[in-house]
T-cell receptor, first 113, second 113 residues
């Protein structure tokens, strides 16, 4: 069964601190993994896409890592800002006759001053 | 490039009433998705279109939900009759190909009383 699990479900950190969000998947065959950011009241927005051959990819203060052997990905946020408060969703496409996607439930991050 | 448009942004109806949502995807995107996102959860795929054909509607409650994409561009999602548990945000997304990076609209927040 194709599944995506994220942890923690929620996280509160102080502004300026770093944090790491986790995503474990059982999707096979694997093609890529995506991290989305969803602000309250808005649709998800893509942060980064990791392919099988990529171990690390950065987008500003966001750094995603991928371990295809253990089927784990992490999203590290450096020097957090209040605007980072959002839900972060891990998405993994799979082929079921046609390309489909499996969403994680997301990690709700709250950055407090 | 214009993003994915959805309307209305908010809708409040009583149970057993009907409601319809509209989505206009990014120009040229062949794949269109409708998701249901209940508060505190990740998006759940309701239906995926490739042009005007249905690729996946396995999680669409077909006794009350229907969707169409007649000309392979705009799409409508209808609920008839609505139940209290249908209260959620309904997200529309599009991608250039199935399984490709998805671009989300702002969503329609439905409240069923």
């Amino acid at each position: 069964k194709n599944q995506v699990e994220q942890s923690p479900q929620s996280l509160i950190i102080l502004e300026g601190k770093n944090c790491t969000l986790q995503c474990n998947y059982t999707v096979s065959p694997f093609s890529n993994l995506r991290w989305y950011k969803q602000d309250t009241g808005r649709g998800p927005v893509s942060l980064t896409i990791m392919t099988f051959s990529e171990n690390t990819k950065s987008n500003g203060r966001y750094t995603a890592t991928l371990d295809a052997d253990t089927k784990q990905s992490s999203l590290h946020i450096t020097a957090s800002q209040l605007s980072d408060s959002a839900s972060y969703i891990c998405v993994v496409p799979y082929s079921g006759g046609y390309q489909k996607v499996t969403f994680g439930i997301g990690t709700k991050l709250q950055v407090i001053p | 490039e214009a993003g994915v448009a959805q309307s209305p942004r908010y809708k409040i109806i009583e149970k057993r009433q009907s409601v319809a949502f509209w989505c206009n995807p990014i120009s040229g995107h062949a794949t269109l998705y409708w998701y249901q996102q209940i508060l505190g959860q990740g998006p759940k795929l309701l239906i995926q279109f490739q042009n005007n054909g249905v690729v996946d509607d396995s999680q669409l409650p077909k006794d009350r939900f229907s969707a169409e994409r007649l000309k392979g561009v705009d799409s409508t999602l209808k609920i008839q009759p609505a139940k209290l548990e249908d209260s959620a945000v309904y997200l529309c997304a599009s991608s250039s190909v199935g399984g490709g990076e998805q671009y989300f609209g702002p969503g329609t927040r439905l409240t069923v009383t």
